[in-house]
């Protein structure tokens, strides 16, 4: 059954939002919807408008209900848990807010859906624009926490993790145990990288690159002589290496255009021969995401976790690693070049399976 309440649970209202916009995908009457989860029709009604929270004894009735998403069982419990969870810390005083911001604490997959809603909060309880935003991006979100598997990381997923748990079997038990005291301690370290850091690890690990992909505000963070100066990308000419993906956000120039400029700014500035040229070529690719429409997609990307705040930067890469690591970064703020924040595993994991989803949107370049 579900329960009644006086103030509005953040993650209820969201998840009522998504199931009413699945609900009219199916053209079905709340009437029809009700009798497939076994509730009244009021009931279902409050429900849709966050005034209601179902029970994660539902769980199945919604996954059979929903057939026009493939929503998947160990994401929609933890999401109704969650519910749970928030509810209860409401009961107990706190605000929608707060307790919101507790269970993001708690868990990382909450922790991403937090970052992508916490101006949700800075909205009026009963303002369009908040409407607006639970409607139209709110629910979305969450129907990518139920669908998607970028929110959450497991080792049959992930080569690299797969990789670091073959390779701990024949560590002695002591030393795990060091490494995992390491790992916890880094966890603290704070993620800015400045006077040249990441430059000096990028030069030095050149060899062991196997693919990058980057979205960038600006063309001019890479394709100009002042940063191909410094970054001359050797790695392009390994035949380890496989490919370069970039994404350009404002200009007017078509992505043949800035590849053509890309590769000639490279063989002038490091008098690279047109034979090597000829080998790169195929390597690059690039596209333009210049469209409004792609701008929600971009700036969440683009969004950084400084800790106490979220922050917003000019460029987002990440290196593909032979070991199968991929080690990502944001930064470039024009304001203060040489800031660069390293990124999370879980943070760059889900910001690379963004990237993919709006590179497979964007048209493909033309030579």
Known sequence: MAEKKTEKNPLAQMFGAFLRKERNKMEL??????????????????????????????????????????????MLSQLLVGIQYV??????????????????GHDFNFETLHRKVHHFFQLGDSSAELKEF???????????????????ITVKDDKFIKTLKDNLVDVRTLSLDLILEFIRAMGMHPPMHINGIAEKW??????????VIGIYRYPSLIISEENLRIFSHPYLKSDKFTSVQYIFVDTKESPAALKKTYLEKLKELHKISDKTIEIIEPKVQMKVASNTSFQEEI??????????HDEEFDAFWVFRMSSDNRIGFLGVKEKRRDQII????GEMQEKCARFEKLWDKLPTSKK
Do not use: W
């Open 29 to 74: 009457s709340s009437v029809v919807m009700a009798g497939k989860l076994e509730l009244s029709d009021a009931m279902l009604r409050m429900i849709e408008s966050g005034n209601a929270n179902l029970q994660p004894a539902k769980t199945f009735l919604i996954i059979q209900a929903c057939t026009k998403s493939t929503i998947q069982f160990n």
């Open 87 to 104: 509810q209860s810390l409401m009961d107990d005083g706190q605000k929608p807010s707060d307790a919101f911001a507790d269970l993001a």
């Open 134 to 152: 639970i409607n139209d991006h709110a629910s979305e979100y969450i129907g990518e926490f139920l669908k998607s598997n970028y929110y959450q």
């Open 202 to 211: 990028e030069e030095t690990n050149q060899d062991r690159i196997t693919d």
């Open 299 to 308: 700036d969440s990307i683009l969004l950084g976790n400084m800790g106490d």
């Open 342 to 345: 390293n990124l999370k595993y």
